[in-house]
């Protein structure tokens, strides 16, 4: 029974460890064509909720105030003007004005500390003159994730989510290449179910692996015990 036990534990700490060692991003992508406000991004809007049902409760920018000490933006600028009306980017908060501007190029999200969810809304977008844009991380186990971009056109917008379960994720990259957009509401943090959540109780990779090796070392101290009596 107790060597049932001392092997069952063991195989679930190297499943967990394996499983972490092998995540995927689970995305939730949507888009819309020739948007002007985010009430046109019904598609995107319905992205967005089914993200957050999955990540939960994630920390929020949306460019109305400084940026915060946990989040460093490179490229671009944040503005209430693209230039070029809604074909090159809008706000999306509500009662809001501010966005970030991205005249090409790329930018780059660079959290404190590491995430596994992040999302965002994005519009200008013209994937069918500029379709080869993309958005890339490492997840953590050095492995380059790319999520590619939907489809939207004439000014379109799109909400970009992702969960990729567990991963320490310290950036995300978005390659504009040469089309002008502009980003808001920005969603980043641990996911409800991250076993790096410390407010999850679940527990952590770590956690699980010092549990085999107390299994281990209990089962030979009572062998121990047994053999002396």
Partial sequence: MKKTLLATALAASSL????????????????DNNVSSLGDMVNSSAAAASFLSVAGSLNVFDFESAVPSNLTITGGSTTNNSGCGALCGFNTSAGGSFFRLVYGGSVTFSFAEAVDAFGFYVNGLQTDIVPQQTIKYVDGSSVTQTINMPSATGGGGAFIGFVDFGQLISSV???????????????????????????????????????????VGLAAARRRKASHS
């Avoid at 967990?16 to 888009?31: D, I, N, R």
């Fill in 16 to 31: 967990f460890l394996a499983g972490q060692a092998s995540a995927a991003p689970v995305t939730y992508l949507a888009a």
């Fill in 173 to 215: 990259t978005f390659n504009a290449t040469n089309d002008i957009l502009g980003f808001d509401d920005l969603r980043f943090g641990r996911s409800a179910t991250d076993p790096n959540n410390p407010s999850n109780g679940v527990p952590e990779p770590a956690s699980l692996a010092l549990l085999g090796l107390g299994l």
